[in-house]
């Protein structure tokens, strides 16, 4: 079955089934529940010697926040780390796929991942798709050639420069990456101004927040520091927490399945099921 | 018209407890306005040790499912083995993201015991996983029932305790929301057993 193999990796891996009946839904006037997002102030900072990558931990599902500590530094490779903005089930699932890729590539050629590789895979995974795939990344990572930070729009546009911001809060993190960085700086410098552009887009924007992740990559390896920074630790606890006295819920009936012996009886009655 | 989610109503909830796992979910069945049935089943024991709750339009719960269950028995019969929880989380995951562009609308929760270790995780109708929380919610009561178990949830709760907890948070929750309710299911999972409680609740 060669050709059900190849046809379906032209495909991108996508399973296209549900799409007419979804498109009818829509035009008799049903709207979708919103994906989940991320919001997202991400920022990355290049110093002297490497490159830090920051971000928020907060996840929205329209103006509900879907997770308050997801995490959006994914890893592409043990020198290349990605920060994500956008559609979150896109970040997961490509990282985890490009992860592999890269992984495989390395198997193969016995060689470290570069960043520019990276790059080239990404927008050419990422065009053709005409920004359906809903990713902006910020990709950092140190190879061969040194420490290198660029940035990733979803229809495929790419831009290196040294210090970047994506998502709803990169406005309020360009703000202080803008007023305060400077070529040169040392690893902690630059800690600390990602972490300052992230508290930015934290407490200015409302797609952002709780707490900061930061990743400190050096040709030593990477250096991942997860909720570095929490502003919205709950601050109340209750003073008396609720007791619900046992078997207090009424319940119609309760059947009880034991596991070991496979067996399915009803509580409280005589009559026993077995299944 | 509302949305496809809002459509049959109904919700979810899932809690973390020491050594166990809870699931909870409404009973109704409706098309908006109506209530077309009082005993919908939407948690579904996938193994011994996994279960999987699903809320949103009742026909991809079904189909959903359905296309679950065909993957643990194939997974069954050539690896000899049973899944583990996270193994299937995962799946679930994928299978979702696998429709990115024409998705099921769903939105699971997985839950499962691993070496006594409750494992616990919900997504968004393509497969965004989220396993980070103590307790998920989903479907339209899903943001009245976050409320509830934010007040009501201590971590490393017992069987027992759990039990009750997750059936309140449900129950107010539910009370809430004009499309769920009819009934509650509560399932509490240990290494043991699998219990399974039909709640009395308010029948509108």
New interface residues.
């Given amino acids: 079955m060669q050709y059900l193999d190849n046809y379906l990796q032209s495909k991108g891996g996508y399973d296209y089934t549900n799409v007419k009946r979804n498109e009818l839904m829509k035009a008799q006037g049903f709207k979708e529940m919103p994906f989940t997002k991320t919001g997202t102030t991400i920022v990355g900072v290049l110093f002297d010697g490497g490159v830090v990558m920051a971000a928020d931990t907060r996840a929205t599902a329209g103006s509900i926040v879907a997770d308050k500590n997801c995490e959006k530094l994914h890893v592409l490779a043990p020198n290349i780390w990605a920060a994500g903005a956008g559609t979150a089930a896109d970040l997961h699932h490509q990282c985890a796929h490009f992860n592999a890729k890269l992984k495989l590539q390395r198997l193969n050629l016995n060689r470290q991942s570069r960043v520019n590789e990276v790059i080239t895979k990404l927008t050419s995974k990422l065009f053709p798709y005409r920004g359906n795939i809903g990713v902006a990344l910020i990709i950092g990572g140190i190879d061969c050639n040194g420490p290198q930070l660029a940035s990733v729009s979803p229809h495929g546009n790419y831009v290196y420069h040294p210090f970047q911001s994506m998502g709803s809060g990169s406005l309020a993190a360009l703000g202080i990456l803008e007023a305060k960085f400077q070529d040169g700086l040392t690893k902690q410098q630059a800690i600390d101004l990602a972490i300052e552009a992230i508290e930015a887009g934290i407490f200015h924007d409302m797609g952002s927040g709780s707490n900061v992740d930061v990743v400190a990559i050096t040709k030593d390896g990477a250096d991942y520091k997860r909720n570095i920074r929490q502003y919205n630790a709950k601050s109340y606890q209750r003073q008396i927490p609720y007791d619900f006295p046992i078997n207090n819920t009424p319940a119609l009936r309760k059947y009880q399945f034991d596991i070991e012996k496979q067996e399915l009886t009803e509580v409280g009655q005589e009559m026993e099921i077995i299944e | ?5 809002e ?1 049959n109503g109904g919700s979810i909830v899932g809690m973390k407890g020491k050594n166990c796992i809870a699931m909870a979910c409404d009973r109704r069945f409706g098309q908006q306005m109506s209530t077309i049935t009082t005993n919908y089943q939407k948690v579904f024991k996938i193994q ?2 996994i279960l999987l709750a699903l809320s ?1 339009l009742n026909t991809d719960i079904h189909t959903f499912y359905a296309l679950m269950e065909k993957e643990i028995n194939l997974y069954n019969l050539k690896e000899n083995r049973k899944m583990k929880p996270t193994t299937f989380a995962n799946l679930v ?2 299978a ?10 769903v ?1 699971p929760i997985v839950a499962g015991l691993e070496n006594g270790k409750p494992i616990l995780a919900t ?8 396993d ?2 103590d307790f998920q919610v989903g479907g339209t009561g899903g ?1 009245y029932i ?1 409320g509830a178990c934010e ?2 949830f ?1 971590p490393d709760m017992s069987p ?2 759990l ?3 997750i ?2 948070s449900l ?1 107010s929750g539910c009370d809430r929301d004009a499309l769920s309710g009819w ?1 509650g299911v ?1 399932y509490v999972l240990t ?10 609740t308010k029948q509108t």
């Fill in positions: 018209m509302s949305g496809i989610f459509y011994d040790n949103g995951a994928s979702l993201y696998e429709r990115r562009f024409g998705p099921f609308f939105t997504y968004d109708s393509i497969g965004c996983k989220s980070l929380d943001n976050y007040a009501f201590k027992e305790e039990e009750e907890v059936g309140q129950v009934g509560v290494e043991q057993k699998l219990t399974v409680k039909i709640l009395k």
